[in-house]
């Protein structure tokens, strides 16, 4: 499959993972990322990061034509999640692969095992 394929692919599963959720399209970026596209994992990672701002931006728009942003409710979470970017961006050049995928991989099934049980 042509890569311009999959990037398009691959962009359009995050965007509606993100659309759909307000969030979770780095849980399809970096597998695909890394096992379809063939990229160095920290790598996939760190573009994960860059890929979703956009897209949440733009999710954010949709919600807020919609009548379903409230921004100052949203400020809080918007500081913590900046100085949390922050602190772990720092980290993360540290960390060994090894742990990122763990931590991924234990976020991901936390997050499976709460919408499963707790719908």
Known sequence: MKKNVKLAITGALAGTANGFFGAGG?????????KWLGMEQKTAFA?????ILPLSV???VVYFCQGGL?????????LGGLAGGIISGRVFK???VTWLRRIFGALI???GIRAVLLL
């Open 26 to 34: 780095g849980m399809f970026l970096v597998p695909l990322f890394t």
């Open 94 to 96: 540290k960390m060994p």
């Open 47 to 51: 573009t994960s990061v860059a890929v």
């Open 70 to 78: 409230d921004f100052l409710g949203a400020w809080p979470y918007l």
């Open 58 to 60: 733009v999710s954010a």
């Open 109 to 111: 099934l936390y997050g």
